[in-house]
């Protein structure tokens, strides 16, 4: 069996750099190995799996990793064998959409086998945009901006559980989601609100699990609701706004760092 | 000299209801006296200032203030005597450009008189859009949204000072805001961020002047960094991504309340 050099999973905001520096993808192929790195790419998020399947073979292979498979997974039938991870050091699931990724993967045998390898350190494992939606337990479905927050502002579905305690939202600036985060977090108030922009990743290494690392050219961030001390969210009604009082945000950009389990960042030495 | 009955300034989000219900504007209304209610329009901010002029006074005088008259300042020199506001219980400011508003009147013996008058409990003053920007002293001259927050994020100019420790900010959730007023707090971690949506306004009532009261259909954000234990604001680069650790942040809506010295949300009775 295959394995990872630095096992993590790496959480992608979406719209890595793919062209010029790459250090984003460059990061994960380092993780997953680097020039031994075995790299399964699963496109099944997207509708175009093929040509987005070709397009991260070719940069994997320019940033050196010694093997690249696309699975191209268009059928649940196709998540049933698990063994096929055994040639892998790691898997990267691409953007596209997360509820057709998980209607495609959710539950199988397959994604099973991911978590339960992640979990062990054996499989470092990347998504970016709807591959980084799907990480938590409750996952983001699809949502709106630019409008009081209010719960039909955001949509849940369940998503593979590979970080159970965590919400992930991803383009996250990019796309004006602190709104929908808060909402979404205000209704799971026992998990963290993760939000990642674009070319820009948050790193939760297996080696030391506890801190989260931030890499890229934008900003992760942090919506802790663990002190909050009230929310209508329970009682409301869909177009209702929401008030919740006492969360705790923390913006980190790259060289960042987070401590899960203490729930502070790290302040930098400068 | 006319006085309020329930002197207050009102900081309404821009986009208020002028048609139906009229929530925000009634409320203002009865803050500048109901009935024997006596308002000045500062249509300044304006490069329509007589169309403006018109929709708010047909409004306040269908809403049964007494007198509403339209102060049409298209020059300094048309702000430099004070004593025009003796026969106003109020005074409100509409939308337009913050800036063309601060250039009008700021610093001229009007804006004196009006700032000193409102500390007095001798006027209530309504700002609206551009008319609730320039509250604080330190403004929100302009910004933008969708992008990791920067310091290139935001401009920020002199405002009015009615507020002075507090930045404004208007249409915020509708207009995806959080980032540009986050930017604008970490240069200022000094004030206290309020963001006030469309069709809502912060009550600052003279009577009660430590607590915040919030009404209309949308929500009232607040970003206190006075826990803040970190932020790079102070040495990067005007495009460099912004890191700020331990923000407190709030969303409040209708009947909700905030005690500003304790600087605490009240809880609602459920």
């Known amino acids: 069996m295959t394995e990872p050099s630095k096992p993590a999973v ?112 054996r499989l470092t494992l990347a998504g970016t945009s709807a591959g980084a939606a799907v990480m938590g337990h409750h996952m983001i479905a699809s949502g709106i901006s630019g409008e009081p927050p209010h719960k039909e502002m955001v949509s849940m579905g369940i998503g593979l559980g590979i970080l159970p305690g965590i919400v992930i939202d991803q383009h996250f600036q990019n796309r004006n989601r602190m709104a929908r985060l808060i909402t979404a977090i205000a209704a799971h108030p026992d998990r963290l609100g993760i939000g990642i922009d674009e070319d820009t990743a948050a790193i939760f290494a297996y080696e030391n699990s506890e801190i989260v690392d931030v890499q890229g050219s934008g900003t992760v961030t942090i919506i802790d609701p663990q ?27 790259s060289g960042g760092k987070y401590h899960l389990t203490k729930r502070i960042p790290l302040t930098p030495r400068i």
């Open 10 to 121: 790496i959480v992608i905001g979406g719209g890595e750099d793919k062209i010029n520096e790459r250090k984003v993808l460059r990061l994960f192929v380092s993780y997953a190995g680097a020039s031994s790195a075995r790299i399964a790419i699963i496109p099944s998020a997207s509708r175009e799996p093929h040509i987005i399947g070709k397009i991260y073979t070719d940069i994997f292979q320019e940033l050196g990793a010694e093997y690249v498979e696309v699975l191209d997974i268009r059928d649940r039938d196709h998540a049933q064998d698990p063994t096929v991870l055994d040639r892998f050091s790691s898997v990267f699931l691409t953007g596209g959409d997360q509820v057709r990724l998980c209607n495609l993967i959710g539950d199988t045998p397959l994604a099973y086998q991911i978590r339960d390898r992640v979990h062990k350190g």
């Open 227 to 253: 002190e909050v001390t009230y929310t209508n969210q329970h009682f409301i009604s869909g177009t209702a706004p929401l008030a919740i009082h006492n969360l705790r945000v923390h913006i980190l950009c």
